[in-house]
């Protein structure tokens, strides 16, 4: 989903809301700049709107994605994981269409992006995000987040050995080498404390290990992907698809007959909706967008 030209990047910001203030009423106002002074203060003006919004994004997926594994870790309590990802995403998804519709964005998709927003969607958002909920049904949320870290490891090995992407840096060795330090700097008090995990909390960790795997491949799918929908739109699309894989998975197997809709789970989902999802979702997806993988994937080294 790479942007293409000025004018994308230009309808982009005009209706990424959370950026809408960075328009200057002043200019707005005036007409009689010269073409000359448009073109010196154009360029800077929007490098440094595009340098706040990766700086925001990245603050937002920080801190929303680190409250989401306790409110998946709840919502698990009483809700099969797939109906987890059902409620979400074909709540989160369908809205969020509806949304950029009524702000005129174009959501019909071409059959070219939609078997590619298929193939992130389910990667992203029916194996990966869903192995992270499973997991979590045998393992507490700081211990999951701590195994999803995984994902700039596996992200690294994806770039490297599968699209040949060349070597990795010194100091992405040393990014590296710093954040598996910090994972064993959080996980020292249970090492040390003589706690052993039993067998549901191996088996926990290994899914959690796997859905790490396929959210990298998503991630980077979303990054190299040649996908001409709007950024947003194609979020959406992705949630939807996602939503309905995971319904079919969950009618399949049965998960819905043992589906308790208590009040802590509908509160969780409610907040992974908005926080997790139109939120922290839509800021990950921006930053794939501008930002290499490698780097987005940081933040698993901070949600612990």
Not at 165 to 181: H, I, K, P, S, V
């Amino acid at each position: 989903m790479r942007l293409r030209s000025a004018v994308t990047i230009v309808h982009l910001d005009a209706g990424f809301a959370p950026f809408a203030f960075l328009a200057s009423p002043k200019c707005a106002r005036t007409s009689d700049i010269s073409s000359y002074s448009m073109t010196q203060a154009g360029p800077r003006t929007t490098a440094q709107q595009h340098e706040f919004r990766v700086i925001l994004c990245f603050a937002l997926v920080y801190i929303l994605w680190g409250s989401t594994y306790l409110a998946m870790r709840v919502a698990v309590r009483d809700l099969p994981p797939f109906v987890v990802g059902t409620s979400r995403y074909l709540v989160s998804g369908p809205i969020m269409l509806l949304a950029c519709a009524l702000m005129g964005r174009k959501i019909r998709i071409s059959r070219h992006d939609f078997w590619r927003l298929l193939v992130i969607g389910v990667a992203l958002l029916s194996v990966g995000n869903m192995g992270i909920v499973w997991g979590e049904r045998y393992v507490e949320s700081s211990l999951a987040a701590l195994v999803v870290a995984l994902m700039p490891i596996w992200v690294v090995a994806i770039e490297a050995w599968v699209y040949r992407a060349g070597r990795m840096t010194r100091q992405g060795y040393m990014g590296l080498t710093a954040g598996l330090l910090g994972l064993l700097v959080l996980l020292w008090p249970r090492i040390i404390s003589g706690t052993h995990l039993g067998h549901l909390e191996l088996l926990g960790c290994g899914i959690l290990a796997c859905g790490s795997l396929a959210w990298s491949f998503g991630s980077v799918f979303s990054h190299r992907f040649d996908v001409h929908a709007d950024i947003f739109v194609g979020a959406g699309w992705q949630m939807t698809l996602g939503g309905l894989v995971n319904a079919m998975i969950a009618g399949v197997s049965g998960q819905f007959q043992h589906a308790r809709w208590t009040a802590p789970a509908i509160e969780s989902i409610a907040y992974l909706v908005v926080f997790g999802s139109w939120i922290g979702y839509s800021a990950f997806i921006f930053l794939l967008e501008h930002v290499p993988t490698p780097k987005v994937a940081t933040y698993t080294y901070v949600n612990p």
